[in-house]
């Protein structure tokens, strides 16, 4: 429900929003200026003073008015013309013309009513309502996703719009609360729909006289011009007029001809809240707090932007599922945890059968996972993929931090299906550590625990076939993966390595296909990928693609990949019989946590083997010249030095600032790992000076690199785990 609150207002009124939002930005900067722009009244300075200065240059004086700003303007006639300038309080004389900025005027009636009146004020009103609601559902799904408020501010995964969604997002989303709720208060204030107990004024009745000048007046001499907010004069010849004195405390109505103060009023609760509403929406009186709400409006067009990409993308890697029920009606929910989508595909099959066999089902993110809403639930059940080395994945954060804040399990009974590669030491840890969480908590077992091998579709439909046991129905769960969206990719060259020692190895590069300005925008297929992504290639003969880490970015004009030959690999095999003007499809899957980052920060880039490729492609993209360590190992210079011109060049241009290699198949055998060591100093320096470390290559070469960085950095009071919970210690391990 957040999820629909947050979506459906942020796409129907983007444009309504982006208007609103732009325009008190901009507007902001106004407020400022005219605050910088202004002569400040000293402190000593009386308004019974100030009203000398002034009338000695303009005898006709009928009001002057101080802005919170502190800019002072006087009204006067002269023989029956009217005239106003901006005041320096220092001489009394103007400085300026009264006459607002036409450009700021427009942009003042375009921001409050869209020079519709009072149907735009409400129009805007409504902006404004649901810029609240977007900020509030906003902030929500930012805690939720991100694992709870004490994670506000820990690092994002995901693609690069979605990432830069949530960094805008939980920055901005205070002071977008903050200009919605004054702006509804002033519109209310607008419309007469606040209450107002100030009534009509009272005072004594006049002496009748008149001619008493202002500075003999007691109020006027008392009250500092720096407290003043309207002094209105009485007209002319009128004696039974009064001079009326608007401070910052309230209103004075003072008799002309005696200077005795007839009556007072204290500013109201309700008329001080609305000042300071209108100070804090405007800026007036609060130039810095202006500009900085007038920054965060500026999020609201690159929100709105980030969103309706998030919005297609999800659209588009998520699949459809359709008679998703709502959580308070549904006799089975379906929580999914899924990195790349892939786990969604399998929700979206579990749901269609359990529907066929007359379940009620909802489906939904772990994240969402909230058991107060599943009113009618008879039982839960979870499918969790494990990203990169047993993490949690996207759709799952703060699952147990949520789950663990229940003093016990629901009532209703869990299944666990675990989804991943049992290649890989932390195969399904994520899917184990939420059975240990929910067997700490007592919470029954509808089945026992079960995994799912390499999106395995004979594995799912035996876990179906006991789930359709314990539930008492019959359920056959088909499954046939999506076979991404791909493209034709030619090879224009390659380069072979690895024979002499027994692992043919070759960068393959291939060239870009065309692509659109819409693919571009949205970064659908190949518009937009940079090193550290994923290639997947789809073999001939198999719907199941394969992955390898992109050595190139968009920029590079190319698509290149490092390929070594597995015994009995289908795709690699078939890779390393590609010859230029081959074509193989392929398509592009982005992989956030492993990319190089824009900072100038220094990296210290660790692989072996095949695991060059991305780290050569971080340092052919490195422009800016930032410091880098690369430690590179290999079996063997003459026969898989990767990269080895490549490398020479890049150190000349300043691109690579020095090389570390490790030789395995030497007389003396050398891992990357023994490099490190043989260079604690350098690397413990380094990483004390903020380095990244970026880890690619194999398992067991990640396992001996993490237990070298333990030791060298032991003496500094650091770790790799600590490092990884900065965002400066990450891995692609395969």
């Given at each position: 429900m957040t999820r629909l609150l947050h979506r459906w207002p942020g796409l129907l009124v983007l444009a309504l929003l982006a208007v609103l939002a732009l325009s008190g930005a901009a507007l902001s900067v106004f407020a400022a200026a005219e605050r910088l722009s202004a002569p400040q009244a000293a402190v000593d300075l009386s308004v019974a003073d100030l009203v000398a200065r002034i009338q000695s240059a303009y005898p006709g004086v009928e009001q002057i008015r101080r802005a919170p700003s502190g800019q002072i303007t006087a009204y006067w006639f002269v023989d029956g013309t009217p005239g106003a300038a901006i005041i320096d309080p220092a001489t009394g004389r103007g400085v300026a013309s009264a006459d607002p900025d036409p450009f700021e005027r427009w942009l003042t009636n375009l921001h409050r009513s869209l020079f519709l009146g009072d149907g735009g004020r409400i129009a805007m009103a409504v902006a404004a309502a649901l810029m609240l609601v977007l900020a509030g559902s906003g902030a929500v799904l930012v805690a939720r996703r991100m694992g709870g408020l004490r994670h506000w501010f820990a690092p994002v995964r995901g693609s690069t719009h979605a990432r830069l969604h949530v960094e805008i997002a939980r920055i901005a989303?205070?002071?977008?609360?903050?200009?919605?709720?004054?702006?509804?208060?002033?519109?209310?204030?607008?419309?007469?729909?606040l209450p107002d107990d100030n009534g009509a004024p009272t005072y004594a009745e006049p002496s009748g006289q008149s001619g008493m000048a202002p500075a003999a007046i007691a109020l006027l001499t008392q009250t500092p011009a720096t407290a003043l907010r309207a002094l209105s004069f009485p007209y002319p010849g009128d004696a039974s007029d009064i001079f009326t004195l608007k401070t910052d405390r309230g209103t004075g109505y003072i008799d002309q001809g005696t200077g005795a103060l007839l009556g007072w009023a204290d500013l109201t609760g309700w008329a001080r809240a609305s000042q300071t509403m209108q100070m804090l929406h405007t800026g007036q009186g609060a130039a810095t707090l202006g500009l900085v709400l007038g920054l965060m409006a500026l999020a609201v067009p690159l929100l709105g932007v980030t969103g309706v990409l998030i919005w297609v993308t999800g659209r588009r890697g998520r699949p459809k599922i359709r008679g998703n029920r709502p959580a308070g009606q549904a006799q089975t929910i379906l929580l999914i945890g899924s990195e790349g989508g892939s786990t969604w595909g399998f929700a979206a099959t579990l749901?269609?059968?359990?529907?066929?066999?007359?379940?009620?089902?909802?489906?939904?993110?772990?994240?969402?996972?909230?058991?107060?809403?599943?009113?009618?639930?008879?039982?839960?059940?979870?499918?969790?993929?494990?990203?990169?080395?047993?993490?949690?994945?996207?759709?799952?954060?703060?699952?147990?931090?949520?789950?663990?804040?229940?003093?016990?399990?629901?009532?209703?009974?869990?299944?666990?299906?675990?989804?991943g590669d049992r290649s890989f030491p932390a195969y399904c840890s994520f899917a184990k550590m939420v059975c240990a969480a929910a067997e700490a908590k007592g919470?029954?077992?509808?089945?026992?625990?079960?995994?799912?091998?390499?999106?395995?579709?004979?594995?799912?439909?035996?876990?179906?076939?006991?789930?359709?046991?314990?539930?008492?129905?019959?359920?056959?769960?088909?499954?046939?993966?999506?076979?991404?969206?791909?493209?034709?990719?030619?090879?224009?060259?390659r380069r072979d390595y690895g024979a002499e020692v027994q692992a043919p190895t070759a960068i393959l590069r291939f060239a870009l296909p065309q692509v659109s300005l819409w693919h571009r925008l949205t970064g659908r297929g190949f518009g937009r990928y940079q090193a550290g992504d994923l290639l997947?290639?789809?073999?001939?003969?198999?719907?199941?693609?394969?992955?390898?880490?992109?050595?190139?970015?968009?920029?590079?004009?190319?698509?290149?990949?490092?390929?070594?030959?597995?015994?009995?690999?289908?795709?690699?095999?078939?890779?390393?019989?590609?010859?230029?003007?081959?074509?193989?499809?392929?398509?592009?899957?982005?992989?956030?946590?492993?990319?190089?980052?824009?900072?100038?920060?220094?990296?210290?880039?660790?692989?072996?083997?095949?695991?060059?490729?991305?780290?050569?492609?971080?340092?052919?993209?490195?422009?800016?010249?930032?410091?880098?360590?690369?430690?590179?190992?290999?079996?063997?210079?003459?026969?898989?030095?990767?990269?080895?011109?490549d490398f020479r060049g890049w150190q000349a241009g300043g691109r690579l600032s020095r090389l570390v290699t490790a030789i395995s198949r030497g007389a003396r055998p050398h891992y990357v790992q023994d490099a490190l060591r043989?260079?604690?100093?350098?690397?413990?320096?380094?990483?004390?000076?903020?380095?990244?470390?970026?880890?690619?290559?194999?398992r067991q070469m990640a396992a001996g690199v993490a237990e070298a960085l333990t030791d060298i950095l032991a003496p500094v009071g650091l770790t790799p785990i600590m490092l990884k919970a900065e965002g400066r210690y990450v891995e692609d391990v395969y």
């Open positions: 989303v205070i002071g977008l609360m903050f200009s919605s709720l004054t702006a509804l208060w002033m519109t209310a204030s607008t419309f007469d729909l749901h269609r059968a359990l529907t066929r066999a007359g379940q009620s089902v909802h489906a939904a993110p772990m994240s969402a996972f909230d058991p107060k809403r599943y009113t009618r639930a008879e039982r839960i059940i979870v499918l969790a993929a494990t990203y990169g080395n047993g993490d949690t994945p996207a759709s799952a954060r703060g699952f147990l931090d949520r789950f663990a804040r229940f003093a016990s399990a629901p009532a209703m009974p869990l299944a666990v299906l675990g989804f919470w029954q077992q509808l089945l026992p625990f079960d995994t799912v091998d390499r999106q395995s579709p004979q594995d799912f439909a035996r876990w179906g076939h006991a789930l359709g046991a314990a539930l008492g129905i019959g359920l056959e769960l088909t499954h046939q993966p999506v076979v991404p969206q791909s493209r034709s990719l030619t090879l224009i060259s997947g290639i789809l073999p001939q003969g198999s719907s199941l693609a394969r992955f390898y880490s992109l050595a190139s970015g968009q920029g590079d004009g190319f698509i290149e990949i490092v390929v070594r030959k597995l015994p009995g690999g289908l795709c690699s095999g078939q890779l390393m019989a590609l010859e230029p003007g081959d074509r193989v499809a392929a398509f592009v899957r982005a992989n956030p946590t492993f990319h190089a980052g824009p900072g100038r920060q220094p990296l210290i880039l660790i692989g072996a083997g095949t695991g060059v490729g991305p780290l050569a492609g971080f340092i052919r993209a490195n422009a800016r010249k930032r410091p880098v360590l690369l430690f590179f190992g290999m079996r063997h210079p003459q026969s898989d030095f990767l990269y080895a011109r043989a260079e604690r100093a350098e690397v413990a320096a380094l990483i004390c000076n903020g380095a990244r470390v970026m880890v690619c290559g194999g």
